[in-house]
């Protein structure tokens, strides 16, 4: 106050201040002389373009590290080729039994819905034309080639790519990986590949017993709610689906935990010191992966398609 | 690899470390003698830590020399700092204890992955560093979520002496202690270094551990070491930062009495 009316050209004074107060009064009128220079404002279009070019730098420095991680990690396994003896067994086991054996209950659950979901909305929309048996078509097609493995990788990306990153990202911010590191070991090789691998393994299992889980759900509906006995049920699925379909689903999931396990760990290594960042890192993983997988099965629809399957 | 420099533990020669423009370490030299306590005295960000990451290959460098007993260390994939890395203990800050493996497994970490060990010997091992940094064996079992700051501190200690390193780099070893816990740190690394031989580079705010236990002091001011010498040496110094870092009212007590 007494600034302003200083600024104004008034003389100001404090008067009748106690003693123990004049201290404050003083050291508060040290503080704040100095306003921070605004920013110069920028031209709007400016900015947006601005705004462009920084997301595509940032843009290309996700593949940068995407590839870097992928790089090093083939660099650890040819490591663990070489000397069978370092790959971290206990360490694996332990990460396959987190990600695999853990997940079947959620994954069972949820596939099982979605299989009975799909196979009700077909009984429904197909019984206008009478053409309620090839709900089973649909669902076996649709399931085992597509929804099967996807909802599986996005499951797989929510639940156990988060925590990958959430691991490594904490691990980081208490030095845990500089320890590693400065110990002689690899972190890759001590962390990433062992859950890398453990994810390799565990998504195209989950995908196999989450698609099984999907046709019995559909299955299941199919009986109670159109009608058809299982016997039918499971004849009619003989003829419509063969066994290419399923090998076009299964095949996609190594890749897709490839792909997950790459975005976690990497994610989790940008961590910074805080732990905002931990948190907005484990989110940006959950999403680029869930992204990149469903790319990725687009990617696969279009070269599975150009071969024939 | 022989041993090229026998006195100095560790050499560095014109260092440049920068991140982007902002250069931290500017054209730094300094030398080690080994079996002393070297203490790191400099501003709060000004690139004490930094110094100490770029010697143990953590942050890569623009330019200059380390090396560490004889070796040249370059960045931590090099085979030089694998190996280097047997041969020194580094203690971090906040201790960077191994949060999913107990205290035992901690210290044995280290032993595990450079030498073949019978489980019992390992025990043995683990149970001798953790009485040697003066904890029970019984805090052994015990998770680092479980530990007090002091303890923390002890096992990274222990963890560090794992492998008998020939150095031990201590990233404010007493900052969060109080002050016995402090001093009786401090004695311990005085010990071991008498008993073991040890070169500690020491990074520290601490004032009584650096009049107590470094044999030698060097400030680092504007990215070089303006001032080494031993405390004594240091006080009289005339450069100015190092004038307002002695010299100050936290200071006092370092002061002889006769003046």
Known sequence: ???????????????????????????????????????????????????IGRSAVGATEDLAVFLQMLGSLFM??????????????????YQLYRVGWQAIPIVVLITFLIGAIIAQQGIFHFRKFGADSYVVDMVGILVLRE??????????????????????????????????????LDPVEVLILPRVIALVCALPILSFIGSMAALYGGCLVAWFYGGMGPAIFIARLHDAVSVTRFEVGIIKAPFMALVIGIVACSEGLRVKGSAESLGKQTTTSVVKSIFLVIVLDGLFAVFFASIGM | MQETTPQFAIRVHDLVVGFGRHVVIDHLSLDVRKGEILGLVGASGGGKSVLMRTIIGLIPRQGGEIEVMGAAIGDTHDRNTQSAAGRWGILFQQGALFSSLTVRQNIQFPLRENLVLSDALMDEIATAKLEMVGLMPE???????????????????????ALDPAIVFLDEPTSGLDPIAAGEFDALIKTLQKTLGLTVFMVTHDLASLNTVCD?????????IVAIGPMRELLQ??????RAYFHGKRSLMLQPKAS
């Open chain 1, 76 to 93: 650890a396994i040819f490591g663990v080729l070489r000397r069978p003896r370092s790959l971290r067994l206990t360490s694996l086991v």
């Open chain 2, 139 to 161: 805090d052994g079992d015990k998770f680092p979520s479980e530990l007090s700051g002091g303890m923390t501190k002890r096992v990274a200690l222990a963890r560090a002496l």
């Open chain 2, 237 to 242: 110094s005339e450069h100015a930062w190092v």
């Open chain 2, 216 to 224: 030698r002091v060097a400030a680092l001011a504007d990215g070089k």
């Open chain 1, 1 to 51: 106050m007494s600034r302003r009316a200083t600024s104004a050209g008034h003389r100001t004074e404090v008067v009748g201040v106690a003693d123990n107060y004049a201290g404050l009064i003083e050291e508060v009128r040290q503080v704040n002389r100095h306003n921070p220079a605004p920013a110069p404002a920028l031209n709007p279009f400016v900015a947006r373009v601005n705004d």
């Open chain 1, 147 to 184: 929804l099967g493995v996807l909802i599986v990788a996005i499951m797989v990306a929510g639940r156990s790519g988060s925590a990958y990153t959430a691991e490594l990202g904490s691990m980081k911010m208490r030095e845990e990986i500089d320890a590693l590191s400065t110990m002689g």
